[in-house]
């Protein structure tokens, strides 16, 4: 699904009011309509109500106020509370105001606080209307506003916003202080950005976008490249694979991890990749753990190398630079440990390895104080697949900043560092240096469990080793893997999902795109 920016509708809007002559109303009266059929359709078990629509003073509120008016005539029972004076309402929001003021409806305006929660107990609604804040909002959300966001959350109350829960950016799914948290959201012409990247994406519920008759005739292109993803682009980032192809046709992925007492993370990764239908997968590892790897690893090759109490040394340098010739790709990180000489190794490996390379958990670690080597680098970007915690220790911002910005901190880091960068959590953001995003869509609560990143960094690397480029492998990785979670879940829950678990489905995964289940 195609996700656009709040500045990218304004621009559509413009153009079909400016440059077509459809006024601005009409577009108001339609998106009325079509968010009221929607609501229809989504909560007739609660027929006739009550309804309460909250409206703020601008064009959100005037699709609220068609929304009363349409939702009366079908029978509903509906009531208005408008949060500003009447004088503050202008535009296409007054005309519209103005109709719904000439009906026998109750309207009710609150300029201030104080008269906001008697107003609202009084109503006592069995379903409220988010008509507040629109999806250009910026600025933080305070007062009146906040309040009422507030007596909205704690209503217990079934929530239905109106192009997005107001106090979620449309351009970024960021929280402006304090956002709705609706069970459904009806949205108009595109789904937007904020629809689809967290923190906006919770406060979401179902998302229902809608037709309000903008032609297609003139519209400005979007800009941004950003895309939901779906199982349908999944498929289209499928290596093609041959029916007489043989193992050393499919790629072969050399894998640097593991440490003393971290050997587990080493075979989560290594059989990962294996599953991946990768055709060829060597596990190169501390020669202190090496003897583990042999009996965790039955498909997978192992390699021991130089290494000092457990940790990889420099001494390794020689035999990974031999390892290189004739793989297609180069995985790095999963429980590799943190040493002086094993960040002088991965330094060394971004600046002059030149095979598509994924680096994950320690490797981005090391990475982190070093970051200029990126710009050293000549192959081609590398994927970098951080958690929270990890991105903040690469960009120096705090965990809670990065979480609530999570769509522009993913993007302006790949951008300036020419990275595919993958920021794990809910809706994994994928970026690439050119700015385009895809916001993967599958996934559960059980992938939050111990080396469930190290599944998706064998993924990864066993993809890339099948000839994908970083972006497509990154992209299509996690929505495998978060497929695979979710068929994990069907057979027994997600309290207690091992990564282990997700290794057996991740060709059933792979399976469902090829045959377009």
Request: net charge negative; with cysteine.
């Amino acid at each position: 699904m195609r996700l656009i920016s709040a500045e990218e509708m304004q621009a559509i809007d413009r153009q079909a009011i400016r440059g077509l002559g459809i006024p601005g109303v009409v577009l108001m009266e339609n998106a009325g309509r079509a968010a009221t059929e929607s609501f229809c359709r989504a909560l007739a078990d609660l027929f006739p109500g009550p309804v309460l629509v909250m409206a703020g003073k601008g064009n959100n509120g005037g699709d609220g106020y068609v929304m009363a008016r349409i939702l009366a005539e079908y029978g509903w029972r509906v009531e208005t509370l408008v949060l500003a004076a009447a004088e503050d309402i202008v535009g296409d929001a007054a005309l519209m105001l103005d109709v719904l003021r000439k009906l026998p409806l109750p309207v009710h305006f609150i300029p201030e606080a104080r008269d906001l929660r008697s107003c609202f107990a009084a109503a006592a609604p069995a379903i409220i209307i988010d008509a507040l804040l629109g999806t250009g909002l910026k600025s933080a959300v305070r007062g009146l506003y906040a309040e009422a966001i507030e007596i909205i959350n704690s209503s217990g109350v079934r929530v239905f916003a109106v192009d997005i829960p107001s106090g979620v950016a449309g351009s970024t799914g960021q929280i402006c202080g304090a956002a709705v948290k609706a069970a459904l959201t009806v949205t108009f012409d595109h789904a937007k950005i904020g629809h689809g990247s967290d923190p906006g994406a919770g406060c979401t519920g179902y998302l229902d976008v809608v037709d309000i008759g903008i032609p297609d005739f003139g519209r400005p292109e979007p800009e941004s490249e950003v895309v939901l993803t779906d199982a349908a682009d999944a498929a289209e980032w499928l290596p093609v694979r041959s029916g007489s192809g043989h193992k050393g046709k499919f790629g072969h992925l050399l894998l640097l991890a593991g440490s003393t007492g971290k050997s587990g993370a080493a075979a989560l990764a290594g059989n990962a990749a294996v599953r991946s239908g990768c055709g060829l997968v060597t596990v190169a590892t501390p020669a202190a753990v090496h003897d583990i790897l042999e009996v965790k690893l039955t498909e997978a090759m192992t390699c021991p190398l130089a290494d000092q109490n457990g940790l990889l040394s420099s001494d390794a340098r020689q035999q990974i630079a031999a390892l290189l010739a004739g793989r297609q790709a180069l995985a790095v990180g999963p429980g590799l440990g943190q040493s002086e000489e094993l960040a002088d190794l991965i330094g060394w490996l971004v600046r002059e390895c030149e095979l598509p390379l994924v680096i994950d958990a320690d490797g981005l670690n090391l990475l982190a104080g070093q970051l200029q080597v990126l710009q050293k680098r000549s192959g081609p970007p590398p994927v970098l697949t951080p958690h929270p915690g990890e991105m903040s220790r690469l960009c120096g911002l705090p965990v809670a900043e990065i979480e609530a910005d999570r769509f522009q901190v993913a993007r302006g880091f790949a951008m300036k560092h020419q990275v595919v960068l993958l920021l794990k959590g809910a809706r994994t953001l994928i970026a690439a240096p050119d700015g385009r995003v895809r916001i993967n869509a599958s996934g559960n609560d059980g992938l939050a469990s111990g080396g469930s990143g190290d599944v998706l960094t064998g993924l990864i690397g066993g993809l890339l080793a099948q000839g994908l480029d970083g972006f497509s492998a990154a992209a299509l990785g996690a929505w495998l893997h978060g497929r695979a979670a979710e068929l994990v879940a069907a057979g027994q829950g997600t309290a207690g999902m091992a990564a282990s678990d997700l290794l057996l489905q991740l060709p059933p995964a792979r399976r469902e795109l090829t045959e377009g289940a």
